[in-house]
């Protein structure tokens, strides 16, 4: 592996800037495009998708008829099949499973739109009132695995509801959740690898590394869950959890980012492993690997995007360059990939800006069928784009102050990402609220036609060696961060 790119730079913020013709990035300054303007009504519209009342409509559905035979919830939404038998309606897994935040979380995202942007929600308060109603329900098991140690996902797990709780209703109960989550996470830190235990075994065909003692497994996912221990270090002054964070930060920095930048070119290009093993005695890098990407050296897709978020995040907590350096190496690499992607991933008809192009392949180094392709498409993974289109979004607004060209070209990029997912993976099986003597109930826009999320064509695993394979879905996830980039819109002041 190249030399990490942590030691390219270790500026402060205020020295990222480059001069009045390059980045942040080392790439050439662009003009602004009309589309980019602040305050645009037009984003309301561009990206109707998101806003659309089929997306409220299914969130509140699932909210309600999930809960059936399930309340107190012992499972939650994770994905929807897009052939089958139960094609159309989530597959609900076990709540201690890490994907269990991400629905309550959705709730909580529309929740955020009735209570501070209304004007983006359908002007019905029986639904507010319905997905408030469901909270109780569903926040309950998530509160009560506040206190676990045996997994690094806590953000996942507890904060994208009871964060969201806490700064919409004032909720005690949520504040605490969140407290005792980080404090969860930090008790997997060690300070000889200076990082956080992200799994304690990793079990897959052929595969068997289990040691506690021997053995310390980090992955790329975990820069997600950096911003619990941020953001509960600001809420109690324990800035020991925001000191592990940077050098968990620091950490995947050195190991799992692999520096693919051009030797005649100032921008950085990072690709990622997925999994790096530390020895916990040393300190050092035993071996690095994937567990759900193709092989060891390619880049699987969603991995890359969850860098390129938790690198812009970190750099909005603590403004130091290399994170912001690290983000945008990621994000070049994962738009460099993008483009370079072969023709088939352009579909006749798909009137999105890149026409699908957009939508990334599940791993861009990962072999395509052609008999796969013929018959459905490449395999793509829509939460990956999603994910990635958050960080970009994310990383223009840390830059825009310091480097408004780069910032532009991060959020044109982000734009044409959710652009062409919506056009080529928003489920075309909508649905819509009718008035009834009782209130106000769900139903399909055509009847017989029901598709449970608003995303299609995503990944949750491919990799050969894993013991649970599906792709080619709904995935809760990918719902999740493109409401996300909606409510950052809206938040950022740009819809």
Known sequence: ?????????????????????????GTPEVQLKPALQLNSPRLLERFGGIFAESAVAKITRTAVGALVDNDPPTRYPEYVPQTGEDAGQYALREADFWTCGFFPGCIYLLLERFIKFPHTVPALPAVQ????KTTSSWDGPIRAMAG????HDMAFIVMLSQRARYELYNDARAKEAVVTAARALHSRYHPRVGAIRSWDVLNQNGVQIRSLTEDFLVIIDSMINLELLYYAAGLTGDETLATAATSHADAILRSVVRDESKANSDAP??????VANFSPITGEIKELRTAQGYARNSTWARGQAWGILGFARTFLRTGEARF????????????MRLDSAPACVEVPGCHGPRHGRYVPLWDFDAPIDPEAVAETGPLRDSSAGVIAANGMLVLSQALRSMDPAAADRYLQAAFDIVDDTLALSLATETAEFVSTEGGVKVQDTQAGRTFASILKHATANANARDHHRYWNHGLVYADYYLLEFGNNLLRMGLA
Do not use: I
């Not at 009132?129 to 408030?132: N, V, Y």
């Not at 290009?269 to 997925?274: G, I, N, P, W």
């Open 129 to 132: 009132a319905t997905l408030e």
């Open 324 to 335: 912001a350096r690290a983000s945008a190496g990621l994000a070049n690499y994962f738009l």
């Open 1 to 25: 592996m190249s030399s990490s790119p942590s030691e390219a730079s270790s500026e402060s913020a205020e020295g990222a800037a480059h001069s009045d013709n390059t980045s942040v990035d």
């Open 269 to 274: 290009l990072f690709s990622t492993f997925h």
């Open 148 to 151: 676990r140690t045996d997994t």
